[in-house]
C-alpha cells in the first residue's frame, strides 16, 4: 500500500518540488496540496492522509496552529506531521514538538532525506535532524521551564529503561544507544517500545520533552 502523503506549504514552486520527489517514490502517493493552514486542516480531515508535511509560515492559519489542530494531545484521532522549516526559526521547535508533530527537518535537507522521513513518520516513529534535537535541547537551557510533576508511570521504568530514556533525551539514536550501553539494537528498540508504552507518549520526540520537562535530564548534564 501507498503512503498517502499531503504537501503543505505557501510556496508554490516548494509544494510542486516536494510533491515531484515523493510521488515518483514507489511507495508514495501525494493525495493533495494546501496552501496555508486553514486549508491544511480541511483537507487532511477529510481525506486522512497518512503523513501531513507541514510548513511553519504560512497565511491564515500558520503551520503551528495546523499541527494542534491535527495532532496535539486533544485530537481522538491524529495524523502524523512532519514540520519542514528554515534554520532562523528555533524557536518554534519546542512548541511544534508540543503542538503534536512526529519530525522536524530543515529545508535544506537531501531529496533521500526527505523521502527517508516520510516513511519513518508513516511509519509510526518520530524524527528529527540531529541538528534540531541540539536546538530542542538549547531550548531548555535558554529558556528554563519550572519542572512539571513527574507523571507516577515513571516508576514503573527499570533501571535499565530509564538509561534508555535519558539517552533518547540527549538526541541519541537506536544504534548509538547500542553502542552506549553495550547492548544490541534490537534489545535497543524493545526498551524504547516499552518506555512509551509505559509512559503513555505517543513517540520518541515527546520522550525527549517529558524528561526535560520533570526533570529527568538537565541541558548543562554532559
Do not use: C, W
Not at 493552514?37 to 511553519?56: C, F, H, K, Q
Not at 504560512?58 to 485530537?75: E, F, H, K, N, S
Not at 548509538?176 to 547492548?183: P, R, S
Request: aromatic letters at 4%; hydrophobic letters at 45%; charged letters at 25%.
Amino acid at each position: 500500500m501507498s503512503i498517502r502523503v499531503m504537501v503543505a506549504d505557501d510556496q508554490e514552486l516548494l509544494r510542486a518540488g516536494f510533491h515531484m520527489i515523493l510521488d515518483a517514490q514507489p511507495d508514495m502517493e501525494v493525495i493533495a496540496e494546501a496552501a496555508d493552514g486553514a486549508e491544511a486542516v480541511s483537507l487532511a480531515r477529510e481525506l486522512r492522509p497518512d503523513v501531513v508535511l507541514m510548513d511553519i509560515r504560512m497565511p491564515r492559519v500558520d503551520g503551528l496552529q495546523a499541527t494542534r489542530r491535527l495532532a496535539g494531545p486533544d485530537v481522538a484521532d491524529p495524523v502524523k506531521v512532519l514540520v519542514l522549516t528554515t534554520f532562523d526559526l528555533d524557536d518554534y521547535v519546542y512548541e511544534a514538538l508540543r503542538a503534536g508533530a512526529s519530525g522536524f527537518l530543515l529545508k535544506d535537507l537531501r531529496r533521500e532525506e526527505l523521502v527517508n522521513a516520510v516513511r519513518v513518520v508513516a511509519a509510526g516513529e518520530a524524527l528529527l535532524a540531529p541538528s534540531i534535537t541540539k536546538r530542542l535541547i538549547g531550548e531548555f537551557a535558554r529558556r528554563p521551564r519550572p519542572p512539571r510533576s513527574a507523571p507516577p508511570s515513571l516508576g514503573s521504568l527499570t533501571a535499565r529503561e530509564r538509561e534508555v530514556l535519558s539517552l533518547i533525551a540527549r538526541g541519541q539514536s537506536n544504534a548509538e544507544i547500542a553502542a552506549t550501553l553495550v547492548i544490541g539494537e534490537q534489545t535497543v528498540k524493545t526498551h524504547v517500545s516499552n518506555v512509551l508504552s509505559k509512559l503513555y507518549l505517543r513517540d520518541r520526540v515527546h520522550a525527549v520533552i517529558m524528561a526535560y520537562e520533570v526533570g529527568l535530564v538537565r541541558p548543562e548534564t554532559p
